[in-house]
């Protein structure tokens, strides 16, 4: 198992410097420089080639790269050009507000999903799974925005709960958690439910009854802990998108994180922070993948017996 | 008055039936047969005895299924759960399938003892390796530990078996238990299931379309078809003169020693669904005794010497089909 980490952990590598030829890419194809944002109004050709070369803009794309891949190596993100502040002071300012934001999120989607699939999947077509399928449907259709807002409406304004915005206090993280939290919640829901049908008209289920298993022992330990394995991948596959997809919500709540942090930078075509955001934003979704892969195999004996 | 006796039992789902009047009876340490072809409503049956028609959306519409003087029809889902793995165990037919893929071996076995009859952990423990030692499978201790798809079919078998016996049950159903296995382990399995009941004074309800098995090592046989019992005889009579056409063309189809080759016969035509069952003797269509009768009416049950039989013209030793 350790090996097998280890292994995964390894490969990631070539992973991560194709991802990165990608973001950096991408980001010098967009029509645009930073330049643009720093010079003042009037100044001449010499003053922007002068700013141009600080930056070493003026250099070809594949030494530009190389400039950045080395200091990525030795830990350095660089200098925000239009912030003027060391790249890693800005993301190490704007990533707990992401984590914490998604990591609480993933959790309320996985333990409210999966407690409100497994209820769905016992009460099956009767009023109750029908009741949370609509909750579902309804949560999954709503932007997230416009239910944040709906949220801000009525705990915050109407009812003062909750502060309306901002990242001061613990509080004010309820409201932007249950509208990232909600929209997982919906899927996870559907996955675990269908997952657990499924698992539920397997063959050895019909013996764990036959060998007299009370059946709610049944749906726990045994067709639940078969559905978890979809449930674990869907989930996995949603740590990159909370971490960078909350932007909406994080405008929203007027929360800092990495989502607003990289939509400021890409509109000053601030090179160094958008591909430092993107960076994570890829490693989250590298290490999420992992992680869930870790899981399946803590699950299935199948897995495991697969990884030697 | 037999351990099991299933008293002219009907079992539908929705508005069809889909089995109408099976009777027959199994006592300790007595194996009865019960054959006919897919579809001829066999697992049926047996999900019925144990009680877990509900699982598939089927009830037993009419009849009775008395265990040890209990109407286990009348029972209620828990009350029936104290007999289920307990004293009645069930064997399915696919042992590839019939173990929860997540679950060490020995805690599947475990969970028989200790729900059923209060056992420890440790106690439970030793006695599951205990019983996998009893059915032959070697290294029981290190098999305990492994996981469903560790071991091979036969092993898997062994396993389920060793489920079902871990309640210390009077009666085994099992669906097929072979059927998905190697010719060489199925008479291993046989072998095993046979000794249990003649050693342990178990009954056991053997669900076959393998007429050489029958033959082999049951007591008493029930065939169905179509949802209907056609015949109920002894084991020896039964082979020796089949009274109903149907057990008739099944036992001809058993491949006999020194026939020629391309002469192995068959049972024109197949088993009707539920949906499109011929009115009359449901058999009729494929029977070539039928006469005029046989499409309308309903054939009703003729006595015979030990048994019974469902057909408007029973064969009898010196006037046979075929």
């Known amino acids: 198992m350790t090996a097998y980490v280890v292994r995964r952990l390894l490969m990631l590598v070539p992973v991560f410097l194709a991802v990165s030829v990608v973001i950096f890419l991408i980001i010098h194809l967009i029509p645009g420089d930073p330049v643009d944002n720093l010079i003042k109004i009037g100044s001449g050709p010499e003053q922007r080639a002068a700013i141009v070369a600080r930056y070493g803009l003026d250099r070809s794309l594949p030494e530009q790269y190389l400039i950045w891949l080395a200091g990525l190596v030795r830990g350095d993100l660089g200098t925000a050009i239009v912030a003027q502040r060391p790249v890693s002071t800005l993301i190490a300012q704007a990533l707990p507000h992401s984590l914490a934001l998604g990591g609480l999120s993933l959790l309320v989607s996985a333990g409210v999903g999966i407690v409100l699939g497994a209820v769905a999947m016992r009460y099956r077509d009767g009023p109750i799974d029908q009741a949370i399928m609509g909750g579902v449907l309804l949560g999954s259709t709503l932007p997230t925005f416009w239910l944040g807002l709906l949220m801000i409406l009525l705990f915050s304004v109407v009812l003062g709960w909750f502060p309306v915005s901002g990242a001061r206090t613990w509080s004010s993280l309820v409201l932007p958690v249950l509208t990232i939290g909600l929209a997982g919640t919906a899927l996870v829901v559907r996955v675990t439910r269908i997952a657990m049908i499924e698992a539920a008209q397997k063959d050895f289920v019909l013996l764990l009854h036959a060998k007299g298993l009370p059946p709610s022992r049944i749906r726990l330990r045994h067709v639940l802990r078969h559905a978890l394995t979809p449930v674990v991948t869907i989930l996995a596959l949603r740590i990159g998108w909370i971490l960078g997809g909350a932007v909406t919500v994080e405008v929203v709540f007027a929360r800092p994180g990495l989502g607003t942090l990289l939509i400021k930078a890409l509109n000053q075509h601030d090179y160094p922070v958008v591909q430092a955001c993107l960076l994570m934003l890829a490693m989250a979704v590298m290490l999420g993948t992992l992680v869930g892969d870790i899981l399946q195999a803590a699950i299935d004996p199948r897995v495991r017996a697969n990884l030697k | ?322």
């Open chain 2, 1 to 322: 008055m037999g351990l099991l006796e299933v008293d002219r039992l009907s079992v539908g789902i929705g508005r069809l039936t889909l089995l109408e009047e099976i009777a027959f009876e199994v006592d300790r340490g007595e194996i009865l047969g019960l054959v006919g072809e897919s579809g001829s409503g066999k697992s049926l049956t047996a999900l019925a005895i144990a009680g877990l028609l509900p699982l598939i959306g089927a009830r037993v519409t009419a009849g009775a299924i008395r265990f040890d003087n209990t109407d286990l029809t009348r029972l209620d889902e828990s009350r029936l759960r104290k007999f289920r793995g307990r004293r009645i165990a069930f064997i399915t037919q696919n042992p590839m399938t019939a173990l929860d893929p997540l679950q060490p071996i020995g805690e599947q076995v475990d969970v028989v003892a200790r729900l059923h009859l209060g056992l420890t952990a440790d106690v439970a423990r030793s006695r599951t390796i205990e019983i996998l030692t009893q059915l032959r499978i070697p290294e029981a201790a290190t098999i305990y530990r492994q996981y469903p798809h560790q071991l091979s079919g036969g092993m898997k078998q062994r396993v389920v078996i060793a489920m079902a016996l871990a309640g210390e049950p009077d009666l085994i159903v099992a669906d097929e238990p072979t059927t998905a296995l190697d010719v060489t382990v199925q008479a291993q399995i046989i072998h095993l299931l046979t000794s249990l009941v003649r050693e342990r004074g178990l009954a056991l309800v053997l669900i076959t379309h393998d007429m050489g098995v029958v033959a082999q090592c049951c007591d008493r046989v029930a065939v169905l078809y179509a949802g209907r019992l056609a015949e109920q005889q002894g084991v020896n009579a039964l082979f020796a003169t089949p009274a109903h056409p149907y057990t008739h063309a099944l036992i001809d189809c058993i491949p006999k020693d020194g026939m020629a080759r391309d002469s192995l016969t068959g049972i024109a035509g197949s088993v009707p669904s539920v949906a499109h069952f011929p009115p009359g003797c449901r058999f009729h269509p494929r029977c070539i005794g039928r006469q005029s009768v046989c499409e309308t009416n309903v054939p009703g049950a003729t006595a015979l010497p030990g048994g019974v039989v469902s057909c408007h013209f029973p064969l009898n030793g010196d006037q046979r089909h075929g």
